[in-house]
């Protein structure tokens, strides 16, 4: 872990107050910018709970401002305040990616079957010979494959948010490929 510029504040301000005749919270500060510091390097916090991460810098600031001030009983709190912010957000982001993890796992088992269903829907309709731009068909198909099999790149690297972007590109894609075929076995319905 590289020191972050709010960890090299909070150390310049501790070895400033070492140097004065009050007592400050020097170990509750430390702690704080130890949280603060595991945080800000828990990538599921940064990812999945920014807002906690911020709100424990910013705490962690007010904590270094009100020290600097020797206002201790204050930058006690602030420190306080940074330890739970940061330790939220670990738990926060923890739960988020597995939320995430989840939503991607779907994904990627519902598109197996609506990938053979619209290839037999594709099958079909060139059998009934019915009037579509095949040409842009397939190549939507192949889009909507690609999206697939790089969603599944993506989820075997653990970028679930990137597996849901190409997950839901490729059930857009296919999707409209059924409507497509949908429509247009209606309309040849219709006329019978």
Known sequence: MKPTFYTLCVALVLA?????????????????????TRAENDSNAVTYAGGSVARARDALTRMSAEASAKRYDSAR?????????AERAI???RSG?????NEA???INDLKPLIAETEQGIKAARSARLPLDFKSIDDDFDTARANTAQAEAAYAGNRYAETIDRGRAARVGLNSINQRLSTATMAVTRRK
């Open 97 to 101: 990616a597995e939320r995430a993890r």
């Open 91 to 93: 738990s926060d982001g």
């Open 77 to 85: 709190s602030y420190a306080a305040e940074a330890i739970a912010a």
């Open 16 to 36: 400033m107050l070492a140097v004065g005749c009050a007592k400050p919270p020097t170990v509750e500060m430390n702690n704080a910018a130890e949280a603060v």
């Open 105 to 107: 796992a779907a994904y």
